[in-house]
């Protein structure tokens, strides 16, 4: 992981000049270059995500100033401001203000706190079971939030609690600490967190198995969703795990395999990942806004074609208010990708609350979206 001695703030300036050898050579801890800005004292290091752009920037990426504030309200043009990120690296989801929490339950619904805990560690999770369920078997949807995100807070953003409500099915946010990633982010761009049955991907199956094991689940019908890193996670979990989840959704996240460590996962989300020919082969969802400046929008093209299969699919186009919409069905009709590519929306949770962090309520409901997507695709349990 990143040392805190590493001068981070001096690593984003290279970067952002293409000098990508000297950030190199600045994140390996090697003095920096002549031409380089004075130095400045360590700050203590924050992982995957950068700041997004200012009305005043431009399209530059920027880091804010120690004790700068956070616009009140998304930008539909330059996406969500980000809080005080003084020593971040890529602190691209701001903090969620205090007491943002999932509005109140419904009468008969719980949303409680457990924790798993295997050989890679530890994590809490939340888990919503709707005030309808009656011990019947129910699909389940996981849900793995963006950096400095909660559960709570991505319950409320995304308002899956209430689709779950609807549309009768489990839904488990998975925590990701501080301990772990210091902005509290899923560690994606780490090659040791991209596999079956190690770090991060096993611990989030896990947490799965577990709820599939104290409740009722059908068990062809589990998912997984998530934003930004937890999007990035996402699309991870369906690689490494086609067997357990029968459908994925990735909001402006990044393909499996897109980053191997931290400049690379910077490069990504720049200018998109070196696939290397990964592949995977679960039905996948993806939004992601033509104004993120956070994420490059080829991001979302990467992940699709990773999840193509080698059948050949039915491709349509639909021209939508503030959207376009690329379905490739498969000869019965079934939705196997689709790709919303949202217009006008930045790095944000498309149709979200403002109840949580990182949402713009003017998108298309990708939570709605999602659901309708998954619920059409089961796998065979062995």
């Known amino acids: 992981m990143i040392r805190p001695s590493v001068d981070m703030m001096e690593a984003l300036r290279l970067t952002r000049q293409g000098k990508l050898e000297e950030a190199m050579a600045v994140l390996q801890g090697v003095p920096p270059v002549a031409d380089a800005a004075?130095?400045?004292?360590?700050?203590?290091?924050?992982?995957?995500?950068?700041?997004?752009?200012?009305?005043?920037s431009g399209k530059a990426w920027t880091v804010a100033p120690s004790g700068a504030k956070s616009d009140p309200a998304?930008?539909?043009?330059?996406?969500p401001a980000s809080a005080s990120v003084h020593g971040a690296f890529f602190d691209?989801?701001?903090?969620?203000?205090?007491?943002?929490?999932?509005?109140?339950?419904?009468?008969?619904?719980?949303?409680?706190?457990?924790?798993?805990?295997?050989?890679?560690?530890?994590?809490?999770?939340?888990?919503?079971?709707?005030?309808r369920y009656k011990g019947e078997a129910l699909p389940l949807v996981v849900m793995l939030h963006g950096c400095t995100q909660s559960p709570d807070d991505f319950a409320a953003g995304t308002r899956m609690n209430e689709c779950a409500e609807e549309q009768m099915f489990l839904v488990a946010y998975p925590a990701q600490p501080k301990s772990a990633n210091p902005s509290q982010c899923w560690n994606w761009f780490d090659g040791r967190d991209q596999q079956r049955g190690r770090g991060e991907p096993s611990l989030i199956?896990?947490?799965?198995?577990?709820?599939?094991?104290?409740?009722?689940?059908?068990?062809?019908?589990?998912?997984?969703?998530?934003?930004?890193?937890?999007?990035?996670?996402?699309?991870?979990?369906?690689?490494?795990?086609p067997d357990l989840y029968a459908a994925?959704?990735?909001?402006?996240?990044?393909?499996?395999?897109?980053?191997?460590?931290?400049?690379?996962?910077?490069?990504?989300?720049?200018?998109?990942?070196?696939?290397?020919?990964?592949?995977?082969?679960?039905?996948?969802?993806?939004?992601?806004?033509?104004?993120?400046t956070t994420v490059n929008p080829v991001n979302g093209n990467q992940v699709i074609a990773q999840a193509k299969p080698a059948t050949s699919l039915q491709t349509t186009v639909v021209r939508g208010s503030g959207y376009v919409r690329?379905?490739?069905?498969?000869?019965?009709?079934?939705s196997v990708l689709e790709h919303w590519f949202l217009q006008g929306i930045g790095h944000a949770w498309s149709g979200g609350s403002p109840n949580g962090s990182y949402t713009d309520p003017r998108g298309p409901d990708a939570s709605w979206e999602m659901v309708r997507f998954f619920l059409q695709h089961s796998v065979k349990v062995q």
């Open 74 to 79: 998304p930008d539909r043009e330059t996406g």
């Open 92 to 131: 691209r989801l701001r903090r969620p203000e205090s007491g943002r929490t999932s509005k109140a339950l419904t009468a008969g619904a719980t949303f409680e706190s457990h924790v798993f805990a295997n050989e890679a560690g530890s994590r809490s999770y939340k888990l919503y079971v709707p005030s």
């Open 38 to 56: 004075p130095s400045r004292a360590p700050e203590k290091a924050t992982v995957i995500d950068m700041v997004p752009p200012s009305g005043a």
């Open 326 to 334: 690329t379905i490739q069905a498969d000869d019965t009709g079934r």
């Open 248 to 292: 994925i959704g990735v909001h402006s996240g990044l393909a499996c395999g897109a980053a191997r460590d931290l400049p690379s996962a910077f490069a990504a989300m720049r200018d998109g990942g070196e696939l290397a020919g990964t592949r995977t082969k679960t039905p996948t969802i993806v939004f992601h806004g033509d104004r993120d």
């Open 205 to 241: 199956a896990g947490i799965t198995r577990r709820i599939m094991q104290d409740y009722p689940v059908d068990t062809g019908r589990v998912y997984v969703a998530g934003l930004s890193a937890g999007g990035a996670a996402a699309a991870i979990m369906g690689a490494t795990y």
